[in-house]
Structure formats: C-alpha cells, structure tokens
C-alpha cells in the first residue's frame, strides 16, 4: 500500500492567482496521476506525472492551465494556475506502486475560487 | 463520453438490507474493475476490485457480480449498515493502461 500525504487540504483563492498544491507518498511509486472531482461529479483525469519529463495530459487539460512537476519517485505538485470560479474543485492526487497494482488517493485539496 | 455508465444516482437502504449498484462498460479492453468508497472530505478508497475471469468475488459483506458477456459488473452489500452510507464509484481501466475510468458515483444512505 501507500500513504499519500497531500497539500493543502482546503484553500479558498482569488480568481486570477494560482495554488501549489503538494503531494507526497511515503515509498517509491511507479505511477502519479492527478485527478479532478467537481462538486457531486466523478472523477476525471488530469494527467500522469512522469518523472524527470513532461506529464502526460488528457484532452481538455493543458500545461499552461496545469503545470505538474514529478522531481522523484516520491513527490509530485501540480498548479492550478489563472484561476476562475469554474476552476472550483477537490483535487486528487493518485499513485500505483507498480503499473499493475491498485490505484491510491490521497484526501484531496478542495479549492474554491472567489 | 462516458466509459463507465452506474447507476442508480442515489440509494436508500434500511439497515439490514442489501444494497445493489450497478455498473457497465463498452470498452472490451478493459481488464480490471474495482469499486471505490467515498466518504466526505476523504479521497476515494479501494473497497474491492475483480479482474473478468471471474464472475463473482466476495470480501466480508462486499460481493462484485461480474458479467463478461453483457458487459456489466454490481456491488452487493450484505447485511447494509449505517457506517456504509458514502458515495461508491465503480471504474475500468486497462492493465497496460495509465487511466482509471469512473462512473458518476452512487450515493449510499442506511437508514438506521
């Protein structure tokens, strides 16, 4: 299993700025994705973080709107950047140990912009 | 377009009784079907999960129906219980693939 330490927990944002948010796990994954849960909605894909180069994002998601970073095999950030109220969400960061092992969450960022 | 269709949007179940959720999927690719459990202000948990040369797994009060055939795979919880009420999420994804696919979610209530 994983442990998924994630950063901040919550953060209400003035629309324009941007938000770091962390995400730390306490062993070595092979696997980091980011995901978004808008209010009463599932889950959607933002990217994979790929470690040591550019993530890997799913259509409808930018790098300028979502820069990652993937520095080791622990640690990923992803910024939400230019925000608008629509940006309003929990994002989730995720990890496998391996390719073909289950997927972990962490608690989620809830951000909400003003 | 959405890859994983559950169903129904929102469940009430009296303590005791069974719980069903329904998912189905169009991808025959897929290859590996878990469930997830929600609480609020948490992030999603894996509950269980059943890979298609099965047709049925269980764990605890937990059972995954799974039918290759017609493409659609349930969560049965037995004996429900109030600690049970969250939102459940059926996915899919492929082993060699990166992406989980989510259903809607299903919002769970055990009336006590």
């Known amino acids: 299993s994983a442990v998924i330490s994630q950063k901040p927990s919550r953060d209400i944002c003035q629309r324009g700025t941007s938000l770091t948010i962390q995400c730390q796990v306490d062993?070595?994954?092979?696997?980091m994705f980011w995901y978004r849960q808008q209010p009463g909605q599932s889950l959607t894909l933002i990217a994979t973080?790929?470690?040591?180069?550019?993530?890997?994002?799913e259509s409808g998601f930018v790098i300028d709107k979502f820069p990652i970073s993937r520095p080791n095999l622990t640690f990923s950030t992803l910024t939400v950047s230019n925000m608008s109220p629509e940006d309003s969400s929990i994002y989730l960061c995720?990890?496998?140990?391996?390719?073909?092992?289950?997927?972990?969450f962490g608690q989620g960022t809830r951000l909400t912009v003003v | 377009q959405q890859q994983v269709k559950q169903s129904p949007q929102s469940l009430i179940v009296q303590k005791g009784g069974i719980s069903i959720i329904n998912c189905a999927y169009e991808?025959?690719?897929?290859?590996?079907f878990p469930w997830y459990q929600q609480f609020p202000g948490k992030g999603p948990a894996l509950l269980i999960a059943i890979r298609p040369d099965v047709s049925e797994k269980k764990e605890g009060r937990f059972t995954i129906s799974f039918n290759k055939s017609a493409k659609q795979f349930s969560l049965h919880i037995m004996d429900s219980q109030p600690g049970d009420s969250a939102t459940y999420f059926c996915?899919?994804?492929?082993?060699?693939?990166?992406?989980?696919?989510f259903g809607t979610g299903t919002s769970l209530t055990v009336i006590p």
């Open positions: 062993s070595q994954v092979t696997m």
């Open positions: 995720s990890v496998k140990v391996h390719r073909d092992t289950e997927a972990f």
């Open positions: 991808n025959t690719a897929f290859d590996y």
């Open positions: 996915a899919a994804s492929k082993n060699t693939g990166n992406q989980f696919y």
């Open positions: 973080a790929n470690q040591g180069s550019e993530a890997t994002y």
